[in-house]
């Protein structure tokens, strides 16, 4: 059985990760460190402030800014609802604007409908590992006054890019299902100093997270990676069946760097030494080749098949996860399963943002409900395999 996803992360980095929380040391060192270590590979004169998720440096950039009651953030019309909920809590309204389905991109006629007296931000999602061009929303933001915060959570892959430098903030994360996870944590890179270190002392009134805390968190993830691998994840797969138990929703929610509990109690942490020393040793030690492989036999797979998918028009996206469009997400599904690989509706949590926003004319919103991710191909035979899987269940051919 192929699984959908294993944690992008080696046996040596959790050891050392396991070596770091064991160490404990200075939160603050650690914590500088890793922003040096990440202004020093980027070199575009932006400054980075690390935190404990991209959720937690967002509202930490909310709380900052203190935006006046009701002031609108248009946000991209597919993206995570906890990003929604950040904005809710502040007391802003988020107004979605539409994505085309092909570029992955802000419909720019859409974006000129969402602008009101009100807006104040314009937080722009790359989507499926994509990177979209920000030209258009650049001259936008800079037109109407607008913050630009480019939230660039799925889009790191180690080739030296550390967000659009035009951007005000970009948002990265090392959350347990992103490429060179560090477990947790983010970069939130900023153009204005000024503004970095307001953000950076509203970071440091929060508590810290427990270094015991992220000790578990290794052990959490070094078990979900054992658990990946092939062989056990077959017998994982089918002890599942046996007692009834639904397999995909509960990956789905061991992988969720926050699930249950309070939101806001969970992600208004400031990190610990370890999780800022884990990543560092990511930023600087993830072989790029990594991910370029993955992204070319991603972009072997989806060109390959016999379905339509989300992106098609972008070129050099990453394929951090590889979504389809299938007219029977289920049929799919479990036809795949059938065929030995484990795919998904929910790999990534991205939903269509609730509002009245005028759709544009390609939609993504309307596709997210025919979405399925399927398991990344960890070589050719696995790309071959999967292709001919694929084929077979929209043929409905009998397994093989
Ligand atoms: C588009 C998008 N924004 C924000 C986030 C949140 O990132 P973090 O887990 O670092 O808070 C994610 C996580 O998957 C995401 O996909």
Same mark, same amino acid.
């Given at each position: ?20 929380? /064991? ?17 020093? /590979? ?72 969402? !602008? ?10 790359? !989507? ?203 049929? !799919? ?68």
């Amino acid at each position: 059985m192929l699984p959908r996803q294993r944690p992008d992360i080696g046996w040596r980095d959790l050891v050392h990760a396991a070596a770091y929380a /064991l160490r404990g040391g200075d939160r603050e060192r650690a914590q500088a460190a890793a922003e040096a270590g990440a202004d020093a /590979l980027a070199a575009d004169g932006r400054r980075s402030l690390v935190s404990l998720s991209v959720r937690s440096g967002f509202d930490r950039l909310l709380a900052t800014l203190q935006l006046p009651p009701g002031s609108e953030v248009l946000v991209s019309a597919v993206t995570i609802r906890d990003m929604i909920a950040v904005i809710e809590q502040h007391g802003l309204r988020a107004v979605p604007v539409d994505v085309d389905a092909d570029s992955l991109s802000l419909d720019e006629r859409a974006l000129a409908a969402a !602008l009101t007296p009100r807006s104040r931000m314009l937080l722009v999602a790359h !989507l499926f590992g994509s990177r979209m061009p920000l030209q258009a929303a650049l001259a936008f933001a800079r037109r109407n006054g607008l913050l630009l915060v480019e939230d660039g959570a799925q889009a790191y892959t180690g080739d030296g890019w550390f967000g659009e430098p035009g951007c005000d903030v970009s948002l990265l994360s090392f959350g347990p299902i992103k490429t060179a996870t560090a477990l947790g944590g983010a970069v939130l890179r900023f153009a204005d100093p000024d503004l970095r270190e307001r953000v950076r002392a509203a970071q440091a009134c929060l508590p810290p997270q427990a270094t015991r805390a992220f000790a578990q968190r290794v052990g959490k993830y070094a078990l979900l990676k054992a658990l990946t691998a092939r062989a056990v994840y077959s017998v994982f797969c089918r002890a599942c069946r046996v007692f009834g138990v639904d397999h995909d929703a509960l990956i789905n929610r061991s992988v969720r760097g926050f699930a249950g509990g309070d939101l806001f109690q969970r992600i208004r942490q400031r990190p610990c030494a370890a999780q800022s020393r884990l990543l560092l040793r990511r930023l600087r030690a993830y072989p790029p080749a990594r991910a370029s492989a993955r992204a070319q036999r991603g972009e072997r797979l989806l060109s390959a098949l016999p379905l339509a998918r989300p992106g098609r028009a972008v070129a050099g996206s990453g394929h951090w996860v590889l979504p389809v469009l299938s007219e029977d997400p289920p049929r !799919l599904l479990a036809g795949l399963l059938e065929r030995g690989f484990d795919a998904t509706r929910g790999a990534s949590s991205l939903y269509p943002v609730p509002g009245d926003a005028a759709p544009g004319v390609g939609d993504l919103r309307r596709a997210m409900a025919a979405v399925v991710y399927l398991p990344a191909p960890e070589g050719e035979a696995d790309l071959r395999r999967l292709v001919a899987a694929v084929r077979a269940t929209v043929a409905d051919a009998p397994p093989v």
